[in-house]
Nanobody, 122 residues
Framework: QVQLVQSGGGLVQAGGSLRLSCAASGRPFSDYAMGWFRQAPGKEREFVAAINWNGATLYYADSVKGRFTISRDNAKKMAYLQMNSLKPEDTAVYYC???????????????WGQGTQVTVAS
């Protein structure tokens, strides 16, 4: 069992940056791959980025590649999503998630953070 608590997010102008954080507690953090997903109003939850247990393997959605960076600090039990060059279409509720093996589907993940709103103004 792992609990995830998110922080960060908020309102930013287009072209700006935000960093989302995800603090884990419970089982050893290095047991889990971590992912970030987002859900915009009226849309399905979509994959944003994923990182394996030791940070050696990263995956990104095409829509955020080159702008977003996923990272983790196993000693601090933290995962991060650095978001640069934000666009209005990045506006959504963002979720961190943990999984035994990870993947790019919501169903791959067992544990979820509470979600945090990111709003990018044009």
């Amino acid at each position: 069992q792992v609990q995830l608590v998110q922080s960060g997010g908020g309102l930013v102008q287009a072209g700006g940056s935000l960093r989302l954080s995800c603090a884990a507690s419970g089982r050893p953090f290095s047991d889990y791959a971590m992912g970030w997903f987002r859900q915009a109003p009226g849309k399905e939850r979509e994959f944003v980025a994923a990182i394996n247990w030791n940070g050696a393997t990263l995956y990104y959605a095409d829509s955020v590649k080159g702008r977003f960076t996923i990272s983790r600090d196993n000693a601090k039990k933290m995962a991060y999503l650095q978001m640069n060059s934000l666009k209005p279409e990045d506006t959504a509720v963002y979720y961190c998630a943990a999984a035994g093996y990870g993947g790019q589907r919501s169903s791959d993940y067992n544990y979820w953070g509470q979600g945090t709103q990111v709003t990018v103004a044009s």
